[in-house]
C-alpha cells in the first residue's frame, strides 16, 4: 500500500488522538526505517525511546520469533520460566534486592507503583490513618492513565479530562526545599524521573537525588524513581539513579525494556514489595512469554555488544558536535546530555527543526516546545552520528 492510502484509511478509521507525520513506515533495521515508497530515513529517535538496540535487533527478533512458535500467551495463576529468569536478571543489576512485577507500558508500571506506594502507607500516618500522597516534580512525564496522569505535574496534560486523582503535590524538578515544604503528614513517597526526559532532559543538580533520599529517610517516604525513559543502560548504567550515590525503593521501568516488543514492570525492595499481595494488583498481559524473552535478549544484546560503555561514547560524540556547532548557531542556548540521551535547548521552537530534518530523511524529536530530543540507539555507528549532525547542522545554522 501506498502512504498517501495507508493515510487516506487511517482518517476514516483510526482516532486522531496523534499529530502524525504523513508517512507510512514499513520497514526497521539498525538505525534506519524506510517507508512504503522505499525511501529510507537515518533515525536518531527510534521507537520513542524504545529502540534502544535499534529497529529489529536480530537477538530479540530471534527469541519472540522461538518464543512466539512455543508458547504465546499463559495467564499470571502459572508459573512461566522467562517472567522468573527476566526478573531475576532486572533485580541483578539493581543496587538493591528488587522484587519484580511487570506490566505492559509505563503508565501502568507507574500506576503499579502508586498502588504500592499507598499499600505501604495504609495506617502508617497520624492516629493510625492512612498516607497516601505522592509528591511529585513540575515537568515530569508519568503517563496518560489517570493514576500516572494525575502524578505529571504538567497542567497542559491535564486540561479538559479532570478533575485529577487528589494526592498528589507538585514541587520544582530540582528544588529540595520545595520538595520538603510539600510533604505532609499524609505523604507516603517522592516520584522523580531520575533525568527528565519529555520534560526537555533536565539532568538533577548536584545532590538533588541523594537529598530525595535524605527526606525520604527523614519522613518515613518511598523513594520511586520512573526509569521508564532513562532505565536499561539508556544512559551508560543499567539504571540511570546508579550515576549518583542513592538507592531507590521503587524504580519503573518500560520503553527500552524489551528492545521495542511492549512491557513494563517495576522493581521494588522485598519489604515495600511484600505488600502487593494476591488481589491487590494485577496485569493479563503482564510478563507474558514474548515480552520476556524479547527482554532476556535485549540484555544479552547490551552485554554482549558492550553497549553501556557505548551509550557514553555515543553520548559524547553528539555533544562534541553540539558544543561545536553552538558557536556558529546562536539559536543554541544549551547542551544537556547523560550518554544515550540528548537535549539541545533552543532559544526558539524546535518543530520546524524536525520538519525539516524529515524533509532531509533524518527523524529527531522536538519535546517541551524548544528542546531537540534525541535518545538514538546505543549500537548506531560514529558514521551515522556524523552523517546526521550534517544534516542537523545545516538546519541550525540555516534556521529563521
Ligand atoms: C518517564 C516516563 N514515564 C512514563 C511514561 C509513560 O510510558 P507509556 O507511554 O509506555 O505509558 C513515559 C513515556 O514517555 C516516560 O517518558
Same mark, same amino acid.
Given at each position: ?7 487516506a484509511q ?9 499529530t502524525?507525520?504523513?508517512v507510512c513506515?514499513t520497514?526497521?533495521?539498525g538505525s534506519?526505517?524506510w517507508?512504503?515508497e ?17 529497529h529489529c ?5 530471534k ?7 512455543? @508458547?504465546?500467551?499463559?495467564?499470571n495463576?502459572?508459573?512461566? %520460566?522467562?517472567?522468573g529468569?527476566?526478573a ?5 543489576r539493581?543496587?538493591?534486592d ?12 507507574n500506576?503499579a507503583a502508586?498502588? @504500592? ?7 502508617t ?5 492512612d498516607?497516601?500522597?505522592v509528591?511529585?516534580?513540575l515537568n515530569s ?9 494525575s502524578?505529571?505535574a504538567?497542567p ?5 479530562v ?11 524538578f ?14 507516603i513517597?517522592l516520584?522523580v524521573?531520575?533525568?527528565?526526559? %519529555?520534560?526537555g ?5 548536584d545532590?538533588?537525588?541523594e537529598g ?5 529517610d527523614?519522613?518515613?517516604?518511598l523513594?520511586?524513581f520512573?526509569e521508564?525513559?532513562?532505565g536499561?543502560?539508556?544512559?551508560g548504567?543499567?539504571?540511570t539513579h546508579?550515576h549518583w550515590n542513592?538507592?531507590p525503593?521503587?524504580?519503573t ?7 521495542g516488543v511492549?512491557?513494563?514492570g ?7 514489595? %511484600?505488600k502487593?499481595?494476591p ?7 503482564g ?11 535485549t ?16 553520548? $559524547? ?5 553540539f558544543e561545536?556547532l ?23 521552537d524546535a518543530?520546524?527543526?524536525?520538519a $525539516?530534518?524529515l ?11 524548544t528542546?531537540i530530543?534525541l535518545l538514538?540507539?546505543?549500537?548506531i555507528?560514529?558514521?551515522?552520528i556524523d552523517?546526521g ?12
Amino acid at each position: 500500500m501506498k502512504s498517501s492510502d495507508v493515510i487516506a484509511q487511517f482518517n476514516k478509521y483510526v482516532i486522531g488522538n496523534y499529530t502524525r507525520y504523513p508517512v507510512c513506515l514499513t520497514r526497521g533495521e539498525g538505525s534506519y526505517v524506510w517507508d512504503a515508497e522505499g525511501n529510507k530515513y537515518l533515525d536518531f529517535f527510534p521507537g520513542w525511546g524504545c529502540g534502544l538496540i535499534g529497529h529489529c535487533p536480530p537477538r530479540v527478533v530471534k527469541a519472540v520469533q522461538e518464543q512466539v512458535a512455543t @508458547l504465546i500467551h499463559v495467564p499470571n495463576t502459572w508459573y512461566t %520460566e522467562s517472567q522468573g529468569a527476566l526478573a531475576k536478571a532486572l533485580s541483578e543489576r539493581t543496587t538493591f534486592d528488587g522484587r519484580a512485577f511487570f506490566c505492559n507500558s509505563g503508565a501502568e508500571a507507574n500506576e503499579a507503583a502508586i498502588k @504500592l506506594a499507598r499499600l505501604n502507607g495504609r495506617g502508617t500516618g497520624a492516629n493510625g490513618g492512612d498516607r497516601y500522597k505522592v509528591v511529585t516534580m513540575l515537568n515530569s512525564f508519568h503517563g496518560r492513565t489517570m493514576g500516572a496522569l494525575s502524578a505529571t505535574a504538567q497542567p497542559k496534560y491535564h486540561q479538559g479530562v479532570g478533575p485529577m486523582l487528589p494526592g498528589f503535590n507538585y514541587a520544582p524538578f530540582g528544588d529540595l526545599d520545595a520538595v520538603s515544604k510539600a510533604i505532609d503528614a499524609e505523604t507516603i513517597a517522592l516520584m522523580v524521573e531520575p533525568i527528565q526526559g %519529555e520534560g526537555g532532559v533536565n539532568l538533577p543538580p548536584d545532590g538533588y537525588l541523594e537529598g530525595l533520599r535524605g527526606l525520604c529517610d527523614r519522613y518515613k517516604l518511598l523513594l520511586i524513581f520512573d526509569e521508564v525513559q532513562t532505565g536499561m543502560g539508556r544512559t551508560g548504567k543499567w539504571y540511570t539513579h546508579q550515576h549518583w550515590n542513592v538507592k531507590p525503593d521503587i524504580i519503573t521501568l518500560a520503553k527500552a525494556v524489551a528492545g521495542g516488543v511492549a512491557l513494563g514492570g517495576l522493581l521494588a525492595k522485598p519489604e515495600v514489595a %511484600e505488600k502487593l499481595k494476591p488481589g491487590t494488583h494485577a496485569a493479563t498481559f503482564g510478563g507474558n512469554p514474548i515480552a520476556c524473552a524479547a527482554s532476556l535478549a535485549t540484555i544479552e544484546t547490551i552485554e554482549k555488544e558492550g553497549l553501556l560503555d557505548r551509550a557514553v561514547a555515543v553520548g $559524547e560524540r553528539f555533544r562534541a558536535r553540539f558544543e561545536a556547532l553552538q558557536p556558529k548557531c546562536p539559536h543554541i542556548t544549551e547542551v544537556r546530555v547523560k550518554g544515550a540521551m540528548i537535549g539541545v535547548q533552543l532559544a526558539t521552537d524546535a518543530a520546524p527543526v524536525v520538519a $525539516e530534518c524529515l524533509k532531509r530523511k533524518l527523524l529527531i524529536n522536538a519535546t517541551h516546545g524548544t528542546v531537540i530530543r534525541l535518545l538514538p540507539a546505543l549500537n548506531i555507528t560514529d558514521e551515522q552520528i556524523d552523517a546526521g549532525c550534517e544534516i542537523l547542522d545545516d538546519v541550525l545554522v540555516n534556521l529563521k
